[in-house]
């Protein structure tokens, strides 16, 4: 029986080569996990009433594209947040955006661009999703450098101009995951004209977006409406997963031009799986409601003063922008995390594990990504214990 070569190229996901890596050691102390980026805070006290009083929605079919409630509550929510009114024709609900970056990309992806392979370019490190939806589209990914002299952003705009014609796709995450850098009203105004003119599409994950040092994020919905660009050239994503701590929740959206929403929607009917009625009333709850957030916010921005003070005069170090994961130097992250789980009980992610090799260096060998979702008091010991087993 044969199978499609398309995936071939792709290494095994990161957890299953981290367990790989460690499982066959035992820990050196009390083991404390810092991998996943699973958030970790107390869920908003109102999920659970809300589930109950809808229970009975457990038993119809649920809306594919979203209730209108709920797409009116997310309408809400991008209005407040970035300024930025949009109908529900631009909007669709997502089983978590991991299933909305794939499906997109199936969606809008063309099969050739002027008669050639279409390219799909995406940050290097990168959210392993982007370069799956690239092969099963038949398209060349493209892993572009974000690096620290890149500012952690990838500079697409460097880029030759045969790759940038055939690309159809270029994925941006901002606040970057691992490396927590934030892409400015100028980036972002920059990669949208060069849309324009080379004639692709971004798709701009912005899952972490509530969850900042300094600054909110901008975000692209809003860098769009202040320099008249297409709405087609844009798709955004967003969940409820980081910024209200529903990870298993599943929740999120999409939202970008009418017509690609329309290709987006027209696909989820046929291979989609739309959010259960209860779920869809929690979500339309939990994009109303900000206090929840402020104090997840709150909590994070303790952790970043928490590691500051931890790795205080440690070189390199430097905390993210946003997101909740430190990207940290060391020789090579394998024999880092090696050395941290047998010398430590700590658990951490090698940086190359979320990246690929391109012109000859993997951009993720000298880091380890450090997730900072443990309760506090958990969290500090971990760091402490890291930093004296690798910069003490």
């Not at 929510?77 to 009114?85: E, K, P, S």
């Not at 392993?128 to 990838?154: I, R």
């Not at 027209?266 to 799986?273: D, I, K, N, S, W």
Request: proline share 9%; charged share 20%; with cysteine.
């Amino acid at each position: 029986m044969q199978f499609p070569e398309r995936f071939s190229s792709l290494p095994d996901y990161a957890f299953p080569r981290l367990r790989k890596l460690l499982d066959p050691h035992a820990p050196g102390a009390d083991p404390i996990t810092m991998t996943i980026g699973e958030p970790r805070h107390p869920m908003p006290d109102f999920v659970a009433p809300v589930l109950a009083e809808n229970n009975a929605g457990f038993g119809i079919y649920p809306p594919n594209d979203g209730t209108p409630e709920l797409l009116a509550a997310i309408s809400g929510w991008i209005a407040r947040r970035y300024g930025v009114t949009l109908g529900e024709e631009r909007l669709m609900v997502l089983n978590g955006t991991r299933e909305g970056l794939f499906n997109a990309a199936v969606a809008l992806c063309p099969e050739t661009k002027g008669g050639k392979r279409p390219v799909v370019l995406m940050p290097n490190p990168f959210y392993q999703v982007y370069a799956v939806a690239a092969l099963a589209m038949g398209a060349e990914p493209v892993y572009v450098l974000a690096t620290a002299a890149t500012g952690f952003l990838p500079d697409y705009a460097a880029l030759p101009r045969e790759v940038l014609d055939r690309t159809a796709i270029a994925y941006l995450c901002s606040p970057a995951n691992p490396q927590g850098a934030i892409a400015s009203r100028a980036y972002l105004a920059t990669l949208l004209r060069l849309a324009e003119t080379h004639d692709f599409r971004v798709l701009s994950d912005e899952c972490y977006s509530e969850i900042w040092r300094d600054a909110p994020p901008p975000g692209g919905l809003e860098v769009a409406q202040e320099i008249g660009a297409d709405p087609e050239r844009l798709c955004v994503f967003h969940s409820l997963s980081k910024r209200s701590n529903l990870p298993g929740l599943r929740s999120g959206f999409v939202a970008g031009g009418v017509q690609s929403i329309a290709r987006i929607r027209q696909l989820r009917a046929f291979a989609g799986a739309p959010l259960p009625l209860p779920i869809q009333r929690v979500s339309e709850r939990a994009w109303g409601d900000e206090a929840h957030v402020a104090a997840n916010l709150a909590l994070y921005q303790e952790k970043f003063r928490i590691a500051d003070e931890v790795f205080a005069g440690v070189q390199g170090f430097q905390n993210p922008e946003g997101g909740f994961f430190l990207w940290l130097p060391v020789e090579d992250g394998e024999a880092a995390a090696l050395k941290l789980w047998q010398q430590a009980g700590v658990r951490v992610l090698p940086g190359a594990y979320l990246s690929r090799d391109a012109g000859g260096q993997n951009p993720g060998k000298g880091y380890i990504r450090v997730a900072l979702v443990a309760p506090k008091d958990e969290m500090q010991r971990g760091l402490i214990r890291l930093r004296d087993c690798l910069y003490g």
